[in-house]
């Protein structure tokens, strides 16, 4: 085979492949490259996942260093070279989309060619090649060396987006519940009138659901801390030296700031991804706090005349090429479509999750692939609702008052003192008359005016709760 210009010629164990003279990957990534044409565009691989490869090619040299199982010299240049891999100097050399092999042995491979490249750069003049698989896969198989990426970028995904969006969030809505802790509005069960909340209340319920989500997803993030690292091809550790897969962990560890440890069962680390699954699961019940929070702030600011329109909401855009003056509650619209995008993307990786066939799950960059996108998207779409949105939330009190006098569910109040079926009556005079309850109770002589001044006061209706 003959190289053309501005390309060089590399091998694998398949023969030479043409690869781009100017570029650091080998015979193995342009093979990926060139086979895997399938959403190019959209689905490769993005920083968390590159920096990771980074992070386990340079702790994996410096275990196989101390192990003596590699030289130190070489191991000095693949940790400089994994190095720069981790820090983004070339995210430019990761081509590979996610529908590759169901390992991610390309993916591995893309890392191990350049880094191999790179470090032998950086090697003295007249040194040996630093080699793919003998030097930069020491002790390490695609198939341990991927799920370990996918725990470690997982943890950082959601350390670094996706609690820090939502944890703003619930700050700006229990500040909010703190000012608004008196403005009484009808509260609503069934869709239809119920008796009296406060916004107070209601802020502070959001809060506390995102609370509660919050909690899922630490609990899922601790099942991403075990690593697979040292299971290498099905678990048993061949090819890796004693003592590799905890110390290279315990380096990672270090490196990472996490609390990273070694998996408890590798043959289980490699063959089922459970974690992943309810790693995805948690973002997915998050996802659905989220779309409750956001649907109830496009319910509450629907009109707004017309409809309920008892939360002003800030007018960011023009709403409508048609209709001149009117504006939409976008926000909510962005945030309650990436959830339902996200719930897609559970569904991907919970199916995913079980094609697990015998020593080893085949579907692993899908699954990574969905959870990182599932949470990049709710971060980002979080902190948008939060400043374009929740920052801007005001009550419309004027419409929340009318709401709370016209509503006949008040007559909830007056159980205790005239019994259910007279309170009924009571609401159903009103009603079918078109009157208050007062004017309705007075006309059925059940209580007298002082009476219901004292029993029909919406704001004590909701002092039993708490914010």
């Not at 169901?102 to 090649?129: D, K, W």
């Not at 909010?176 to 502070?204: E, I, N, S, W, Y």
């Not at 043959?267 to 996802?287: I, K, N, P, Q, W």
């Not at 569904?347 to 697990?356: E, I, K």
Request: glycine share 8%; net charge negative.
């Amino acid at each position: 085979m003959t190289a053309a210009p501005d390309t060089r010629l590399e091998h694998d164990a398949l023969g030479e492949v043409a690869v781009p003279a100017q570029r650091l990957w080998g015979a193995q990534t342009q093979r990926s490259l060139e086979n895997f044409p399938i959403g190019v565009e959209r689905f490769r691989w993005g920083r968390p996942v590159i920096r990771a490869l980074g992070l386990v090619k340079q702790c994996a040299a410096r275990a196989n260093a101390e192990l003596g199982v590699l030289p130190a010299g070489t191991a000095a240049l693949i940790d400089t070279a994994a190095g720069e891999v981790a820090d983004g100097v070339w995210d430019g050399e990761f081509p590979l989309v996610v529908f590759q092999t169901g390992s991610g042995t390309q993916t591995n491979m893309n890392a191990n060619e350049v880094i191999a490249h790179r470090a032998t750069q950086l090697a003295p003049e007249g040194r040996r090649p630093v080699h793919p698989n003998d030097d930069v896969n020491r002790s390490q198989s695609s198939n341990d060396v991927f799920p370990t990426v996918m725990h470690l970028a997982l943890v950082q995904a959601l350390d670094e987006q996706v609690v820090p969006a939502v944890s703003a969030l619930r700050e700006v809505l229990r500040a909010k519940a703190r000012v608004f802790a008196d403005q009484v509005m009808l509260g609503r069960t069934h869709l239809m009138d119920a008796t009296p909340v406060t916004l107070g209340q209601v802020l502070g319920g959001w809060a506390a659901q995102l609370d509660e989500a919050l909690l899922t997803v630490d609990d899922a993030r601790e099942g991403l801390l075990p690593l697979a690292l040292g299971g290498t091809a099905v678990g048993t550790g061949l090819n890796a030296p004693e003592g590799f897969a905890e110390l290279a962990v315990l380096k990672l560890a270090e490196a990472t700031g996490r609390d990273f440890v070694p998996a408890g069962n590798l043959f289980a680390a490699l063959s089922a991804h459970d974690a992943v699954v309810t790693a995805s699961a948690a973002v997915r019940t998050l996802a659905g706090a989220l779309f409750k929070i956001a649907n109830d702030v496009r319910w509450y600011a629907s009109g707004p005349r017309a409809g309920l329109g008892e939360l002003l909401i800030p007018e960011n855009e023009p709403g409508s090429s048609i209709m001149p003056g009117k504006t939409n509650p976008t926000q909510a619209e962005a945030l309650t479509m990436v959830a339902a995008r996200v719930f897609g993307n559970d569904a991907t990786v919970a199916f995913a999750g079980t094609q697990g066939n015998f020593q080893l799950n085949v579907y692993k960059p899908v699954m990574l692939h969905s959870t990182l996108e599932s949470i990049e998207l709710l971060a980002e779409a979080t902190r948008s609702f939060e400043q374009r949105c929740v920052h801007g939330l005001e009550p419309n009190r004027a419409r929340m008052a009318q709401h709370v006098r016209d509503s006949l569910m008040l007559v909830t109040a007056l159980t205790p003192h005239i019994g259910y079926e007279r309170a009924a009556k009571v609401a159903q005079t009103a009603h079918k008359d078109g009157t208050t309850l007062r004017a309705a109770a007075l006309k059925l002589g059940v209580a007298t005016g002082e009476d219901l001044d004292g029993w029909l006061e919406p704001a004590a209706m909701t002092r039993s709760g708490t914010l």
